[in-house]
């Protein structure tokens, strides 16, 4: 197949790539002029210089191509990125899907993220596909910008598009030289008293979501979403277990709802006179406190999607020397 990939010198699209030059695909990524390509290196790509916003280069991007993965996204947390974000997001995702569809791509895989699902109240009740979405009055921007991005999606499937969506989680792992997760690590192997927030996360790895991805596009049904997430865990319980990993003793302490509010109330002026991003964002404030756990039952039956632990993460970050 010929494969498009956007957002391929990003984390996720990085890997994306690696996966389907390795099923011997012939691989086509669109990126900008500024972009470093440094996660690229060494692969056999063919390169459109563009954007995901300007839809002239995304029709030279998408012509000849069958398959689409748009992975291109604005990831930002912060409030001043908002309008950007809703440009990218949403409008740059509105003209790839009406391009694939006058272009008749056989399909396009669009990577959301569980941040368009919604966010569960409660622990034990893991959010799936068909969670009612519950965040239109948060001001999470990020959030509603990929839904926004799926409704674009999906309206064009309703025109004939053939389109997957994949909802992937809070994604860890290899990240060139780095590695995405081990932040929880160095905070645990030099602190001796450990702050945690009081929510969680659903870990899964970047390798297993490409899995995800490639699974999606030979067998999702069109018009589906499915999430790809991995293990739901909290924030105390990850830092115990990075902790137990790399055989410390640390004491853990939870940082309330009403401090994490009290920070942004001091923490975001001041960024905005410095100009500098806030440690805590109203976006980090507002998950924090929250179970942001997820079911991933659809694609484990449907794609016979199998994500590794959190604890095989956690080894493969200190095997690497990242903590």
Request: include cysteine; aromatic fraction near 6%; proline fraction near 4%.
């Amino acid at each position: 197949m010929r494969v498009l990939i956007t957002g391929a010198t990003g984390f996720l699209g990085s890997h994306i790539c690696r996966r389907m030059v390795a099923e011997a695909h012939e691989v086509r990524v669109l990126v900008r002029a500024t972009s470093a390509s440094a996660a690229l290196a060494g692969l056999p790509l063919e390169k459109v210089i563009g954007d995901v916003t300007d839809r002239e280069s995304l029709e030279r991007a998408v012509k000849g191509c069958e398959w689409v993965v748009h992975a291109a996204a604005n990831v930002s947390d912060w409030e001043r990125d908002a309008e950007q974000q809703m440009r990218v997001n949403v409008e740059g995702t509105r003209q790839l899907a009406q391009v694939c569809r006058g272009e008749g791509v056989q399909r396009l895989l669009h990577v959301s993220s569980v941040a368009a699902i919604g966010i569960p109240t409660d622990a034990r009740l893991p959010a799936d596909e068909n969670f009612p979405f519950n965040l239109e009055d948060s001001g999470l921007t990020y959030h509603l910008s990929k839904r926004r991005a799926e409704e674009a999606v999906l309206a064009q499937v309703a025109r004939g598009l053939d389109a997957v969506i994949v909802n992937p989680a809070s994604v860890k792992g290899p990240d060139g030289i780095q590695y995405r997760g081990a932040e929880v690590l160095r905070t645990v192997r030099r602190a001796r008293i450990v702050p945690y927030f009081t929510g969680g996360i659903c870990v899964v790895h970047v390798q297993d979501v490409a899995e995800g991805i490639l699974a999606a596009l030979k067998r999702g049904v069109r018009g589906q979403r499915y999430v790809l997430g991995g293990e739901n865990v909290t924030f105390r319980a990850l830092a115990e277990r990075a902790a137990n990993a790399m055989r410390v003793q640390r004491r853990f302490v939870p940082l309330p709802p009403a401090v994490m509010a009290l920070a942004r109330v001091v923490l975001e002026p001041w960024a905005r006179l410095r100009n500098r991003r806030p440690r805590f964002t109203y976006a980090v404030g507002y998950c924090a406190s929250r179970p942001q756990f997820y079911d991933s039952t659809k694609a484990r039956v449907a794609l016979r999607y199998a994500p590794r632990g959190l604890d095989a993460i956690l080894d493969e970050g200190i095997a690497l020397g990242m903590c």
